[in-house]
């Protein structure tokens, strides 16, 4: 033990530390409402090597001055008005300052009594009545989709095997699941960790919109017959290939007559729920759902990272993950109060204060203002489809339904070499910083695919980038 009454980690001067907070705070401000002039950048060898961390214990005013020189200008390359690549979310300015509060809070959201866990259950609760799910359903705010996912899966194993489940295993039941074939891998990561196996996801068919549900219908008859144990459905709104939305009402009437749980992988799709028509009705049915899986930090604009699971009984949620031993244990007063606790819903105990920062969007924007950027997204993914179609050669992979714009970059070569063509393409343009586009395999070819869930992206932004597609093109071609 130190008797230094000198030693402390927190700062020896509180003022010094002020004006280098300040100055930080004012580069950061300049970065975001310059965000079109940050894009992305390959980090430089000798910064990656800086990076390793040989030389430590510089004090306050070196790491602001690192952090402004070696840090802020690597970032993803989300937060430029046109980077369409994966499925990336652009951060909001209210995140800013949300962040800075909870940084300077510290809390702990496991459970106990304190603000940032009336915060978490006010942003369930409204995300509740946004999704048409009742009041007594819950909820636990993760780090992504994928996470929730395995929360919802972990669930349903309990409604399909008891919860017993959990101290005995699945004792030689074989559990399937099934989806379309545009589900994301997250679903099958989570029957690998809960034990089930990928090769008991079964994946459908698709018709024109998505999941057939005749073709669903007949495979859970096949798996009975076989002696299986069918015992979930996942249902995509707003799949990662094409932004298509399977028919949630059908699925979910499959569902409930097979006694099977209904899981919705609403990621990004999810929140078409605030959008004008038509897109808000490609959600109609996700209150059906037995559990939904979305991220803030998608379509929501909330800065990374923050996913949540909602799931309609809240007693097989929790069902599934509570227990808590003695030094745990809630009680009435105090700040052991308070009551559920997060960390019976869920995998975490130590938990970060991720609902401030949707609180903060919801505070400061409202579901109105988001909900036009995002119907916004889908017009401009609809008029980055009349472009295409307007382009000579250039063509669609598939209708643009919701944000998602996949097409290729001339049609008339063969397969290998539009492929060839629109890897080119979307490699120059993200290295010059141009445009981020990511590619998708559609029928055989890789195609350019702009994911849009960037509240920055206006229709000159989509036109830019749609004539750098065409410069390379003319360069590659
Ligand atoms: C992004 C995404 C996921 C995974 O979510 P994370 O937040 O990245 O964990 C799952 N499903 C879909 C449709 C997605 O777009």
Redesign the pocket.
């Known amino acids: 033990m130190t008797t230094d009454t000198e030693f402390s980690l927190d700062p020896q001067d509180w003022e010094a530390f002020r004006e280098n907070a300040h100055q930080l705070l004012d580069t950061c401000i300049n970065q975001l409402a310059g965000a079109a002039d940050h894009a992305w950048q390959p980090v430089p060898e000798s910064q990656k090597a800086a990076y390793a961390l040989t030389e430590t214990g510089m004090g306050i005013e070196k790491l602001v001055s690192r952090l402004q020189t070696e840090v802020l200008p690597y970032g993803t390359g989300n937060t430029h008005p046109r980077f369409f690549g994966?499925?990336h979310g652009t951060g909001l300015a209210s995140g800013l300052l949300s962040e800075l509060v909870a940084a300077t809070m510290n809390s702990n959201c496991g459970g106990r009594d304190h603000g940032a866990v009336y915060l978490e259950r006010a942003v369930i609760d409204w995300s509740k009545s946004v999704f048409g799910f009742p009041a007594d359903a819950s909820g636990l705010l993760v780090?992504?989709?994928?996470?929730?996912?395995v929360i919802a899966c972990a669930a349903a194993r309990v409604r399909a095997l008891g919860a017993s489940v959990r101290s005995e295993g699945q004792q030689g039941a074989r559990l399937v699941a099934y989806a379309g074939s545009a589900?994301?891998?997250?679903?099958g990561k989570a029957l690998e960790l809960l034990g089930i196996g990928l090769s008991n996801l079964r994946k459908i068919p698709e018709n024109a919109q998505g999941l057939d549900p005749d073709a669903l219908a007949a495979a859970i008859e096949a798996d009975r017959s076989s002696g299986a144990t069918p015992f979930m459905v996942f249902a995509?709104?707003?799949?990662?290939d094409l932004g298509r939305f399977d028919d949630l009402t059908a699925l979910a009437n499959i569902a409930s007559a097979n006694n099977l749980w209904l899981h919705v992988?609403?990621?990004?799709?999810a929140w078409t729920r605030l959008a004008d028509e038509p897109w808000k009705s490609l959600s109609d049915g996700i209150e059906l759902a037995d559990s939904l899986?979305c991220?803030f930090?998608?379509w929501m604009y909330v800065p990374y990272?923050c996913?949540m699971v909602l799931v309609k009984n809240a007693e097989e949620h929790r069902a599934a993950f509570a227990g808590r031993p003695s030094y745990l244990e809630g009680k009435v007063e105090g700040i052991a109060g308070g009551d559920p606790w997060f960390c019976d819903y869920g995998i975490d105990l130590s938990r970060g204060n991720r609902a401030l920062k949707v609180w903060a969007a919801l505070v400061a924007y409202g579901p109105e203002k988001l909900g036009r950027a995002i119907s916004d997204n889908c017009r401009m993914a609809a008029y980055m489809g009349d472009r295409v179609i307007a382009m000579d050669k250039m063509a669609l992979a598939a209708p643009v339904v919701s944000n998602l714009c996949v097409f290729t970059a001339d049609e008339t070569l063969s397969a290998d070499r539009q492929s060839a063509l629109n890897n080119t393409i979307a490699q120059r343009l993200q290295l010059s910083g141009q445009a981020v586009f990511s590619t998708a395999l559609v029928a055989g070819v890789t195609c350019l695919r702009a994911?849009i869930t960037n509240h920055r992206t206006n229709l000159a932004q989509v036109d830019m980038a749609m004539d750098a597609v065409l410069h390379e093109r003319e360069k590659h071609g």
Do not use: C, N, R, Y
């Open positions: 994966w499925v780090a992504g989709t994928s996470q929730a996912t589900i994301h891998s997250a679903a995509t709104a707003g799949s990662v992988d609403g990621a990004f799709g899986a991220d930090h998608k990272d996913g994911a």
